[in-house]
C-alpha cells in the first residue's frame, strides 16, 4: 500500500496533465471552428456584394448607352431604348435576386448603401425611358450614381475590415452642344 502512496501524487499528476492537454485541445478547436466559419461567412458576403454590384452595373452601363443614343453621355456605343428594353429588362431580373442575397446576408450599411445606390440607378433608368434630351441633368444623375457607388464599396470594405480603395471617380468628358 504504501509504494502506491508513494506513486500517487505522479498518478495524480498524469491525469491532471492529462485532463489540462485534453481541454486545450478542445479550446483550440473551438477557437479554429469559430475563425473557419467567420472566415467562410466573410468569403460570402464578400461574393454577394461583387454580385450585386456587377448586376446593378449591368443596368448602369445600359442606361449610359442609351443615354449615348440620346445625346446625354458620350458613351463610345449608344444603343436605342427599344434595343436596350430587353437587356434593361434581363438586368433588373438579375438584378433581383441579387439584391435579396444581399439582404440576407449584408450588413444594415451595407443593405442601406445598396438600397440608396439602385434608388439613384432607377432614376437613371426612368431619365433614359422618357426620351429626356438634358445633358446637364444626365451629368447630376451620373455624379449621384458614381457617389452612391462609392459609398456602397466604403461600406462593404468596413464591413470585410478591408483597407480603402479607389474612389473610381475617373472623369468624363460632357456631351458638347454643338
Same mark, same amino acid.
Given at each position: +500500500?504504501?509504494?502506491?502512496?508513494?506513486? @500517487?501524487?505522479?498518478?495524480?499528476?498524469?491525469?491532471?496533465?492529462?485532463l489540462?492537454?485534453? @481541454?486545450a485541445?478542445?479550446?483550440?478547436?473551438q477557437?479554429?471552428?469559430?475563425?473557419?466559419?467567420?472566415?467562410?461567412w466573410?468569403?460570402?458576403?464578400?461574393?454577394v456584394?461583387?454580385?450585386? %454590384?456587377?448586376?446593378?452595373?449591368?443596368?448602369? /452601363?445600359?442606361?449610359?448607352?442609351?443615354? $449615348?443614343?440620346? !445625346? /446625354?453621355?458620350?458613351?463610345?456605343?449608344? @444603343?436605342?431604348?427599344a434595343?436596350?428594353?430587353?437587356?434593361? %429588362?434581363?438586368?433588373?431580373?438579375?438584378?433581383?435576386?441579387?439584391?435579396? %442575397?444581399?439582404? +440576407?446576408?449584408?450588413?444594415?450599411?451595407v443593405v442601406?448603401? %445598396?438600397?440608396?445606390? *439602385?434608388?439613384? *440607378?432607377?432614376?437613371?433608368?426612368r431619365?433614359?425611358?422618357?426620351?429626356?434630351?438634358?445633358?446637364?441633368?444626365?451629368?447630376?444623375?451620373?455624379?449621384?450614381?458614381?457617389?452612391?457607388?462609392?459609398?456602397?464599396?466604403?461600406?462593404?470594405?468596413?464591413?470585410?475590415?478591408?483597407?480603402? !480603395?479607389?474612389? $473610381?471617380?475617373?472623369?468624363?468628358?460632357?456631351?458638347s452642344?454643338?
Amino acid at each position: +500500500m504504501s509504494a502506491f502512496l508513494q506513486q @500517487l501524487p505522479a498518478l495524480i499528476g498524469v491525469v491532471i496533465g492529462a485532463l489540462g492537454s485534453y @481541454l486545450a485541445v478542445v479550446r483550440g478547436d473551438q477557437v479554429r471552428f469559430r475563425q473557419e466559419r467567420a472566415a467562410r461567412w466573410e468569403e460570402r458576403r464578400l461574393a454577394v456584394y461583387g454580385d450585386y %454590384a456587377r448586376a446593378l452595373k449591368k443596368s448602369v /452601363n445600359l442606361t449610359y448607352r442609351v443615354a $449615348a443614343h440620346l !445625346g /446625354n453621355d458620350p458613351h463610345p456605343h449608344p @444603343l436605342s431604348p427599344a434595343e436596350a428594353e430587353p437587356l434593361l %429588362a434581363a438586368a433588373t431580373d438579375g438584378r433581383d435576386p441579387a439584391g435579396e %442575397a444581399l439582404i +440576407m446576408l449584408g450588413s444594415r450599411d451595407v443593405v442601406e448603401r %445598396a438600397r440608396e445606390w *439602385v434608388t439613384t *440607378v432607377m432614376d437613371m433608368e426612368r431619365f433614359m425611358r422618357g426620351g429626356t434630351v438634358d445633358p446637364d441633368a444626365w451629368q447630376d444623375l451620373l455624379e449621384r450614381q458614381r457617389a452612391c457607388r462609392e459609398r456602397y464599396y466604403t461600406a462593404v470594405r468596413e464591413d470585410l475590415a478591408l483597407p480603402p !480603395g479607389h474612389p $473610381a471617380l475617373w472623369p468624363t468628358r460632357p456631351v458638347s452642344d454643338g
